[in-house]
């Protein structure tokens, strides 16, 4: 009666602006990743006629249903088709917590806890660091939220091998696959086999085929997003594995585990002011960790050490799996990380702070057997609880204390005002969770079990309060001024934001730093590969423009005007990135988005073709064109076309275009035929017919595109088909079959077994 009432409290608290002053979420990669790349699915949808199989927006192009990253196929994506925008956003962050916080509460009851145990696990795990610092990275939140649903159905599956359990394990598996985050799903079945060694005792004989074949039947319903997603990576810089500089960002520094007793050790992480994070030096060159807070509540973690002490030798999975996950997250801080990297798929897998979801979830689950010993079992384990507690009060005014008396010796940055506040805070959340213990025998079990719970609610909104950041609305969606010009023109404009390769070019706030302008319908080109997953000769062509700028910057007017840029957003001459936001001093914009000159169109053909070997070539190409650049077409050798060095002019016409296909009219004279250029990446999955006959899509300038046209006139079409896609789609709809069958088999067994027994 009392678990709804306090977990609707929670919400309305964690969301209180976004549901009812109609603020949205902005913090870190939602405003500038989530929501431009979300911004594009009913859109392309709509005018690609179906599946959104190509975003024209990215890099000249670039696969968008293929690519896992942006969660195509999930549940809650179908929420855009549904809702307005804005509030389909604020649901991505919202609905995965309630989420979360009904399948913790379902899981330990699973493992027969206490309801109020199974309360103060569910507002630790939804209401806890480690989850809401998972908002600003949607795919790791929607993978992670449903983590206790299907741990649930396989410890039931194990207890007792069935259909319906076999299907719901299966079910959330699928979703799961459905985010595209392969980290989470690598770490799922070290969480299943961890549950089900901790009940053992219960675990059937024959339960393991039936395990294994509900987690393969889970992946096949994820087949539509697991098989083009496995194609896809391997048409991208992550296919050969990621180096060690890069995979080892964000290894977490050891000094970390203090967050599991205390929200703020290493000081507050606030957007703009980095120096608030005053540990930020242990995570160098980062300035800030990858998950913002770690901390499941005080409480939390004494119950999760008093489960360890009380009942050890039964818990060991647990405390196995969540030393691993420490020991993993720590990186290059520890030998495990560059152990691990070496099996199969890891080596695709960067940043190791996101192992710490498995100590995370382990603490919250031994948590709740800890509950059920200090609050409703036996006097002894109060008092050790009480006795932790008490010294975690004195803890915290000796250290208040400690930053006092050293105040005048503390570097001039070190916010010890703040510091103070965080010691002081400490003493308060162990007092407040105290006196429940010292009052049970005028509360009562129930009552001090409720009462433990609302405290542990209270230190977890206050905290997580500062990690839902939220804006107006009119604040992420209003274009800055240097764009509007841009927004406003009805042309099909190609933008190079040179500005957002600036060093420093991070440390700026409100530079519509790349992917946002597609927000407002502008496309991009030679941006960075912000998610690692561009088309590999897209990343190759972006290192060998910067090349080619540093050799001799006269040719990048040129190379973009081949590529069909319309406008460069550059810093004004004198301004600097570390300048205020987007204004500097004299209150002038320190970005200009400057229009190039001549640009060539989508389309249009080619005065000479020349063969090239890889990057090395074109850059040797370009220095020797110089203004013929955007003339040429620089075709890679490695294909094997008989290649007019003088094709014969044409005129080109575009005559129908959407995200997925195009038509062009094409009158070629002369004896030779027409090489005619389109400023669009190349990938396997386009196809040119020429009066209807496949034609090969020939890869130029490392990653743009063309193809040969005969003379006379002819139309061209060129159509967009991922055959992965296709595969993956067969797959899953043959295993969604295959668990509606099983439902639908399973209660005709159940209706035969009722009426057999009616009939007795």
């Given at each position: 009666?009392?678990?709804?009432?306090?977990?609707?409290?929670?919400?309305?608290?964690?969301?209180?602006?976004?549901?009812?002053?109609?603020?949205?979420?902005?913090?870190?990669?939602?405003?500038?990743?989530?929501?431009?790349?979300?911004?594009?699915?009913?859109?392309?949808?709509?005018?690609?006629?179906?599946?959104?199989?190509?975003?024209?927006?990215?890099?000249?192009?670039?696969?968008?249903?293929?690519?896992?990253?942006?969660?195509?196929?999930?549940?809650?994506?179908?929420?855009?088709?549904?809702?307005?925008?804005e509030?389909?956003?604020?649901?991505?962050?919202?609905?995965?917590?309630?989420?979360?916080?009904?399948?913790?509460?379902?899981?330990?009851?699973?493992?027969?806890?206490?309801?109020?145990?199974s309360?103060?696990?569910?507002?630790?795990?939804?209401?806890?660091?480690?989850?809401?610092?998972t908002?600003?990275?949607?795919?790791?939140?929607?993978?992670?939220?449903?983590i206790?649903?299907?741990?649930?159905?396989?410890?039931?599956?194990?207890?007792?091998?069935?259909?319906?359990?076999?299907?719901?394990?299966?079910?959330?598996v699928?979703?799961?696959?459905?985010?595209?985050?392969?980290?989470?799903?690598?770490?799922?079945?070290?969480?299943?086999?961890?549950?089900?060694?901790?009940?053992?005792?219960?675990?059937?004989?024959?339960?393991?085929?039936?395990?294994?074949?509900?987690?393969?039947l889970?992946?096949?319903?994820?087949?539509?997003?697991?098989?083009?997603?496995?194609?896809?990576?391997?048409?991208?810089?992550?296919?050969?594995?990621?180096?060690?500089?890069?995979?080892?960002?964000?290894?977490?520094?050891?000094?970390?585990?203090?967050?599991?007793?205390?929200?703020?050790?290493?000081?507050?992480?606030?957007?703009?002011?980095?120096?608030?994070?005053?540990?930020?030096?242990?995570?160098?060159?980062?300035v800030?960790?990858?998950?913002?807070?770690?901390?499941?509540?005080?409480?939390?973690?004494?119950?999760?050490?008093?489960?360890?002490?009380?009942?050890?030798?039964?818990?060991?999975p647990?405390?196995?799996?969540?030393?691993?996950?420490f020991?993993?997250a720590?990186?290059?801080?520890?030998?495990?990380?560059?152990?691990?990297?070496?099996?199969?798929?890891?080596?695709?897998?960067?940043?190791?702070?996101?192992f710490?979801?498995?100590?995370?979830?382990?603490?919250?689950?031994?948590a709740?057997?800890?509950?059920?010993?200090?609050?409703?079992?036996?006097?002894?384990?109060?008092?050790?609880?009480?006795?932790?507690?008490?010294?975690?009060?004195?803890?915290?005014l000796?250290?208040?204390?400690?930053?006092?008396?050293?105040?005048?010796?503390?570097?001039?940055?070190?916010?010890?005002?703040?510091?103070?506040?965080?010691?002081?805070?400490?003493?308060l959340?162990?007092?407040?969770?105290?006196?429940?213990?010292?009052?049970?025998?005028?509360?009562?079990?129930?009552?001090?079990?409720?009462?433990?719970?609302?405290v542990?609610?209270?230190?977890?909104i206050?905290?997580?309060?500062?990690?839902?950041?939220?804006?107006?609305?009119?604040?992420?969606?209003?274009?800055?001024?240097?764009?509007?010009?841009?927004?406003?023109?009805?042309?099909?404009?190609?933008?190079?934001?040179?500005?957002?390769?600036?060093?420093?070019?991070?440390?700026?706030?409100?530079l519509?730093?790349?992917?946002?302008?597609?927000?407002?319908?502008?496309?991009?080109?030679?941006?960075?590969?912000?998610?690692?997953?561009?088309?590999?000769?897209?990343?190759?062509?972006?290192?060998?423009?910067?090349?080619?700028?540093?050799?001799?910057?006269?040719?990048?007017?040129?190379?973009?005007?081949?590529?069909?840029?319309?406008?460069?957003?550059q810093?004004?001459?004198?301004?600097?990135?570390?300048?205020?936001?987007?204004?500097?001093?004299?209150?002038?914009?320190?970005?200009?988005?400057?229009?190039?000159?001549?640009?060539?169109?989508?389309?249009?053909?080619?005065?000479?073709?020349?063969?090239?070997?890889?990057?090395?070539?074109?850059?040797?190409?370009?220095?020797?064109?110089?203004?013929?650049?955007?003339?040429?077409?620089?075709?890679?050798?490695?294909?094997?076309?008989?290649?007019?060095?003088?094709?014969?002019?044409?005129?080109?016409?575009?005559?129908?275009?959407?995200?997925?296909?195009?038509?062009?009219?094409?009158?070629?004279?002369?004896?030779?035929?027409?090489?005619?250029?389109?400023?669009?990446?190349?990938?396997?999955?386009?196809?040119?017919?020429?009066?209807?006959?496949?034609?090969?899509?020939?890869?130029?300038?490392?990653?743009?595109?063309?193809?040969?046209?005969?003379?006379?006139?002819?139309?061209?079409?060129?159509?967009?088909?991922?055959?992965?896609?296709?595969?993956?789609?067969?797959?899953?709809?043959?295993?969604?079959?295959?668990?509606?069958?099983?439902?639908?088999?399973?209660?005709?067994?159940?209706?035969?077994?009722?009426?057999?027994?009616?009939?007795?």
């Amino acid at each position: 009666m009392v678990a709804l009432p306090l977990a609707a409290c929670c919400v309305l608290a964690l969301f209180w602006r976004a549901i009812f002053v109609g603020e949205t979420f902005f913090d870190v990669d939602l405003a500038s990743y989530y929501r431009p790349t979300r911004s594009l699915i009913v859109p392309l949808a709509r005018a690609s006629g179906g599946l959104p199989l190509w975003n024209p927006f990215f890099a000249s192009g670039q696969p968008f249903a293929g690519n896992p990253a942006y969660e195509v196929f999930h549940p809650l994506t179908t929420l855009f088709f549904l809702l307005p925008f804005e509030w389909a956003f604020r649901l991505q962050v919202i609905v995965p917590l309630l989420v979360a916080a009904v399948g913790m509460y379902w899981f330990l009851r699973t493992l027969r806890r206490s309801r109020p145990a199974s309360l103060l696990g569910s507002l630790s795990w939804s209401c806890g660091g480690y989850l809401l610092s998972t908002t600003c990275q949607l795919a790791f939140l929607h993978a992670a939220s449903v983590i206790p649903l299907a741990l649930g159905f396989a410890v039931r599956l194990a207890r007792k091998p069935g259909s319906t359990n076999a299907v719901g394990l299966a079910l959330v598996v699928g979703t799961q696959c459905l985010t595209g985050e392969p980290s989470t799903l690598l770490m799922m079945p070290l969480l299943v086999l961890a549950a089900i060694l901790a009940e053992r005792r219960h675990v059937a004989g024959r339960a393991l085929p039936s395990l294994v074949a509900s987690l393969l039947l889970g992946l096949a319903l994820g087949a539509v997003t697991l098989i083009p997603g496995l194609h896809h990576v391997g048409k991208t810089v992550r296919a050969l594995g990621l180096p060690e500089a890069m995979a080892d960002v964000w290894s977490m520094p050891a000094w970390r585990a203090f967050e599991l007793f205390a929200p703020y050790p290493l000081g507050h992480v606030v957007p703009g002011q980095p120096e608030l994070f005053w540990g930020g030096f242990l995570y160098s060159p980062r300035v800030l960790p990858f998950y913002h807070s770690l901390y499941p509540g005080l409480a939390i973690t004494l119950l999760a050490i008093l489960a360890l002490v009380v009942r050890g030798r039964f818990l060991w999975p647990w405390l196995a799996l969540a030393l691993l996950g420490f020991v993993t997250a720590l990186g290059h801080n520890f030998p495990v990380w560059h152990l691990v990297r070496r099996l199969p798929l890891v080596a695709q897998i960067r940043f190791p702070e996101k192992f710490s979801l498995l100590f995370c979830f382990s603490l919250v689950t031994l948590a709740a057997y800890g509950f059920d010993y200090a609050v409703l079992g036996p006097a002894r384990a109060r008092l050790w609880m009480k006795r932790a507690l008490l010294k975690f009060v004195v803890l915290g005014l000796i250290a208040a204390c400690a930053v006092w008396l050293a105040r005048r010796h503390l570097p001039a940055h070190f916010p010890e005002g703040q510091t103070l506040r965080d010691c002081l805070r400490v003493s308060l959340v162990a007092l407040a969770s105290l006196l429940p213990l010292w009052l049970a025998r005028r509360l009562g079990r129930l009552r001090r079990a409720l009462a433990l719970c609302a405290v542990l609610a209270v230190d977890l909104i206050a905290v997580g309060r500062g990690l839902l950041l939220t804006t107006p609305v009119a604040s992420v969606t209003t274009p800055p001024a240097f764009l509007t010009p841009l927004v406003q023109r009805k042309e099909d404009d190609v933008i190079f934001h040179m500005a957002a390769w600036a060093p420093g070019f991070d440390v700026s706030l409100g530079l519509a730093r790349p992917p946002i302008p597609v927000e407002w319908g502008l496309a991009m080109t030679y941006e960075r590969d912000f998610d690692l997953t561009q088309l590999r000769w897209t990343t190759e062509a972006t290192a060998a423009f910067w090349r080619a700028f540093e050799a001799d910057p006269r040719l990048a007017a040129p190379v973009l005007a081949r590529r069909g840029v319309t406008a460069v957003v550059q810093f004004r001459p004198g301004a600097s990135p570390e300048e205020a936001n987007i204004k500097s001093p004299s209150g002038a914009y320190t970005l200009d988005a400057k229009i190039t000159r001549n640009p060539q169109p989508l389309v249009f053909p080619i005065r000479r073709t020349r063969v090239v070997d890889g990057p090395d070539g074109w850059l040797q190409a370009v220095r020797e064109l110089d203004s013929q650049i955007p003339e040429v077409a620089l075709v890679d050798g490695g294909q094997s076309l008989a290649l007019p060095e003088q094709p014969s002019p044409a005129r080109v016409r575009l005559v129908a275009r959407t995200p997925v296909q195009f038509a062009l009219e094409v009158e070629a004279a002369g004896p030779a035929a027409s090489f005619i250029a389109v400023n669009q990446t190349w990938d396997q999955g386009w196809r040119a017919r020429v009066d209807g006959i496949l034609a090969p899509v020939v890869r130029t300038d490392i990653s743009l595109s063309g193809v040969l046209v005969p003379p006379g006139q002819h139309r061209v079409e060129f159509e967009y088909f991922d055959d992965a896609l296709a595969a993956g789609l067969a797959v899953s709809v043959v295993a969604a079959l295959a668990c509606l069958a099983m439902v639908l088999l399973d209660r005709r067994r159940r209706s035969r077994v009722a009426e057999d027994k009616f009939a007795s």
